[in-house]
């Protein structure tokens, strides 16, 4: 994101606040939202129960990590 880009909305943390918000933003027809993450990028985030070996490969579980349907709902705007 360059300094001289225009949004309608930043939003800072894409947890699941952040993206929930963003999408609650988008379909209300908000159209330019960006969010500012210092964290892993969306695609790198993993379930931390998940490393213990206890996965029950749960959707909450996958939602809370910033996953979930957001990744393909985000790349669509």
Same mark, same amino acid.
């Given at each position: 994101?360059?300094?001289?880009?225009?949004?309608?909305?930043?939003?800072?943390?894409?947890g699941?606040?952040?993206?929930?918000?963003?999408?609650? +933003?988008?379909?209300?027809?908000?159209? @330019? %939202?960006?969010?500012?993450?210092? !964290?892993?990028?969306?695609? $790198?985030?993993?379930?931390?129960?998940?490393? +213990?070996?206890?996965?029950?490969?749960? @959707? %909450?579980?996958?939602?809370?990590? !910033?996953?979930?349907?957001? $990744?393909?709902?985000?790349?669509?705007?």
């Amino acid at each position: 994101m360059s300094s001289k880009e225009h949004y309608d909305v930043i939003i800072v943390g894409a947890g699941p606040a952040g993206i929930f918000t963003a999408l609650e +933003l988008i379909s209300k027809g908000v159209l @330019k %939202v960006a969010i500012i993450e210092k !964290g892993k990028d969306i695609e $790198k985030r993993t379930c931390y129960i998940k490393k +213990l070996g206890n996965c029950l490969n749960c @959707k %909450v579980c996958d939602m809370l990590n !910033g996953w979930g349907r957001m $990744k393909e709902e985000l790349q669509e705007v």
